[in-house]
């Protein structure tokens, strides 16, 4: 396939010049309310340094971590400063649709700072647990402790497991490295799946706690 071929050939060429800033871009994006893959591109850069040496791992980390953190920070400004009129306007644009919404306040009211820090591990709080954090006038040094520890253990954990990941198939037979591929493509999807379900649970639960418009819910204190 010469085509397949020449595109590879191409992502050669562009990832050590230009995989760095990607990264951090597309995790800082993420991390500011787009609902970009940040987490998918961290784990593919750190599987492609295991292959490449000119794309060094713990740079690919660095900044995956900062662009979290910068990200995060941006976005916990965005709620402070325009809270539930800029989810208002725009959050059905970037798939915020009322019941995520409701979600996140209602998993950062129980929980508060541990949103921050756990939700950089969750797809639907990495997007959100900032700009709550803002909306709900959580006291930034306590926002960036959680913030910062997260991001940090977050880009470590997700870039070196996909560097050794990635070792690991260099060492496989030909032939095995596929079968491996599809089998670590199943797992990850089935996680995704029992996420999904969790998400709708919580869902429920947060409708039954959080009753009525949005509006209202953005403007519950926490206990």
């Known amino acids: 396939m010469p085509v397949i071929s020449s595109l590879f050939g191409e992502l050669q060429q562009l990832a050590p010049l230009h995989g760095y800033w990607v990264v951090g871009l597309i995790v800082g994006l993420e991390s500011l309310g787009l609902p970009l893959p940040g987490e ?15 794309l060094n ?13 910068i990200g995060d920070n941006i976005g916990y400004w965005l709620g402070s400063r325009y809270g539930y009129a800029l989810l208002l306007r725009y959050g059905e644009r970037i798939g915020m649709l009322e019941p995520r ?43 960036l402790m959680a913030n910062a520890t997260g991001g940090l253990i977050w880009a470590t954990a997700f870039g070196v497991g996909g560097f050794i990941f990635g070792k690991a198939l ?34 429920e639960a947060a409708e039954r706690a959080l009753p009525g418009p949005l509006v209202a819910a953005l403007h519950v204190k926490r206990p």
């Open 40 to 54: 998918t591109i961290l784990v593919l850069a750190a599987i492609y340094a295991a292959t490449d040496p000119n």
């Open 101 to 143: 919404i409701k979600l996140g306040q209602y998993l950062f009211l129980r929980h508060g700072a541990k949103v921050v820090f756990l939700g950089r591990f969750v797809a639907l709080l990495r997007i959100l647990a900032a700009f709550l954090a803002g909306l709900n006038r959580m006291p930034w040094r306590a926002f």
């Open 57 to 69: 791992i713990w740079l690919v980390i660095a900044v995956a971590a900062f662009g979290a953190i």
């Open 170 to 203: 260099l060492q496989l037979h030909h032939a095995l490295a596929p079968i491996v591929l599809a089998l670590a493509l199943a797992g990850f999807f089935g996680c995704g799946y029992l996420i999904r379900r969790y998400e709708d649970r919580l869902t």
